[in-house]
């Protein structure tokens, strides 16, 4: 899933400033689950920023709130209808592509990104999310025994550690584990480690021309440009 | 044919010294120069560092052009982490043209032990990739397939760590980047001569010259320093308390006596092809460690 964090209160306030009808937009899917933006945030947002607002004496917003089951489908944004009627502005707490089909789909909206979309990954445990995957568009887990050394080697090397390693750690930083030793650990236990032994050739980077697209079904998509 | 003169030197069963020389935060190189007129005629090769510890100095090209200029003998270090595949490409083809034609492929250290923190790591390639990017452009093509008007010839060497707390991972990578066509190897500094004994009964099978690192410690707190902030040093208990033992003031003479007590003995029980010597900062000091492991002879 997708994996993110809440601005801070303070970037948000003053983000919000030239507004005055402000609809708190939630996203049900990656963004509850991560605690960043489903629901129960929108609530709470709502909540410090009416607070905010009463203590400082200064502002004249007026806020609502709803949450949509996805923000990144169109089909689940038709949902909003008349909630944005009466409002100046969305502050969304989508990740990055929901507040982009948000701003797709309305276009005549402002709509401001209410968290920072940080990686995708998966719960380590409550209250705990790991990166995972950097999307490269090439998937070499395959030959690194389930553990991508895109994503966990901070410099994303591909042939095996590089010489800062000490303890199993990275030299980046002393509390997380080098993904070449896991690479090499769990290789060995897989009795794979001829794996390690080939030579990797540099990554191509034309597999992630930005912005990607991917049609399942090529008849949907007419002579649309990209983007 | 030998490439370079220290090719040559490689090739023959003398006892190989190499050191090396960190560039200034500065467009002062006074003190380079004086560090590369009091080394070039006492060493075999002067390496010029490349942002060591992703510290943002004079590049390592711009150091090598200078050893050029003053008669002594550069290898080019070149880490992944700043340029991406063009870059590298076309800094190789400055530096064969100037007649810098020993290189030394390196990873490079993490953006995050720097002082620019914030840009962004580049690592298109890594270090063995490096080592097969230079053998294509040595064979007339690079590495978008096209062909060069006039080819390089290096002579390229890498690093290996040979203390490393795990080794296993690192002598498959040692093994990959002999096969990539590293001729040459400066190994990390090397504080516990048991384990170096080990790694060279492996890497004695592999026809490559090894150089074993030797970190010139100044004090005890630099080595325990080292040990937490520099990557990939592990500084003995052992060398600490040999280092906190002397008084104050007479740090740095008790690290020359320690580096020239292991130099003297890897050259006497013949366990690697040479040494490279680094003086973090006390590039003065190489002499006096020559000296120290009676190297100095009438021929240097």
New interface residues.
């Given amino acids: 899933m997708i994996v993110a964090e809440q601005k801070p209160l303070e970037d948000i306030i003053r983000m919000i400033v030239p507004y005055e009808r402000v609809l708190i937009l939630g996203c049900g899917t990656c963004m509850t689950v991560c605690d960043a933006g489903g629901e129960r945030e929108v609530s709470f947002l709502h909540n410090a920023l009416q607070l905010a607002q009463a203590r400082s004496g200064e502002g004249a917003h007026t806020f609502s709130e709803h949450t949509v089951k996805r923000q990144c489908d169109p089909e689940f944004l038709e949902a909003l209808g008349e909630k944005t009627a009466d409002v100046d502005v969305i502050l969304s707490l989508g990740c990055g592509i929901g507040v982009q089909a948000i701003a797709e789909y309305l276009p005549d909206m402002p709509v401001l990104p209410g968290v920072n979309t940080s990686f995708m990954g998966m719960t380590k445990e409550s209250g705990v999310w790991d990166e995972r995957c950097a999307a490269c568009g090439e998937c070499r887990l395959e030959d690194t025994g389930g553990i991508c050394p895109i994503t966990r080697c901070?410099?994303?090397?591909?042939?095996?550690?590089?010489?800062?390693?000490?303890?199993?750690k990275?030299?980046?930083?002393k509390d997380m584990d080098c993904a070449?030793?896991l690479i090499?650990q769990r290789l060995e236990r897989l009795q794979q480690?001829d794996k390690?032994?080939r030579?990797?050739?540099?990554?191509n980077?034309r597999a992630i021309p930005r912005p990607r697209r991917i049609m399942s079904k090529a008849e949907t998509v007419t002579g649309e440009s990209n983007g | 044919m030998a490439n370079s003169l220290f090719e040559e030197k490689l090739s023959s069963n003398d006892f190989i010294i190499t050191t090396e020389i960190g560039p200034p935060k500065s467009v002062d190189v006074s003190e380079v120069v004086h560090h590369i007129k009091l080394l070039k005629d006492k060493v075999d090769a002067i390496n010029i560092t490349d942002h060591q510890s992703s510290v943002m100095r004079f590049p390592s090209i711009g150091g090598c052009l200078l050893v050029r200029e003053l008669g002594g003998e550069p290898i080019l270090q070149m880490t992944?982490?700043d340029r991406n595949?063009l870059a590298l490409q076309s800094e190789l083809l400055l530096a064969y043209s100037r007649d810098i034609k020993n290189v030394l492929s390196l990873?490079?250290?993490?953006?995050?032990?720097g002082d620019h923190k914030d840009a962004k790591?580049v690592?298109?390639?890594?270090?063995?990739?490096l080592l097969?990017?230079i053998r294509t452009l040595e064979s007339g093509i690079d590495?978008g397939g096209n062909e060069l008007g006039a080819a390089p010839k290096f002579c390229i060497g890498t690093?290996?760590?040979p203390e490393?707390?795990?080794i296993?991972?690192?002598l498959?990578?040692f093994?990959?980047k002999v096969?990539?066509g590293a001729q040459f190897f400066q190994t990390?500094g090397i504080f516990d001569l048991a384990s170096f004994r080990r790694f060279m009964q492996y890497a004695s099978q592999f026809d490559v010259k090894i150089l074993a690192g030797i970190i010139v410690l100044s004090s005890a707190g630099m080595a325990r320093y080292m040990n937490n902030n520099v990557?990939?040093i592990?500084v003995a208990q052992s060398l600490i308390d040999e280092l906190a033992a002397v008084e104050k003031g007479k740090g740095l003479q008790k690290g020359i006596e320690i580096a020239a007590r292991f130099i003297k003995t890897i050259r006497e029980e013949k366990l690697c092809h040479g040494v490279h010597i680094m003086a973090v900062g006390n590039e003065n000091i190489v002499p006096d460690i020559l000296e120290a492991a009676e190297l100095v002879s009438s021929s240097r």
């Fill in positions: 901070t410099k994303g090397i591909l042939n095996g550690p590089c010489a800062g390693v000490k303890n199993g990275c030299e980046a930083n070449w030793i090499y480690l390690m032994r030579y990797y050739p540099p990554r980077f | 992944c982490r595949r990873t490079g250290d993490s953006i995050d032990v790591p690592f298109d390639l890594d270090s063995v990739q097969k990017m590495m690093s290996v760590h490393a707390d795990f296993e991972p690192q498959i990578k093994d990959k096969a990539a990390q990557p990939g592990i």
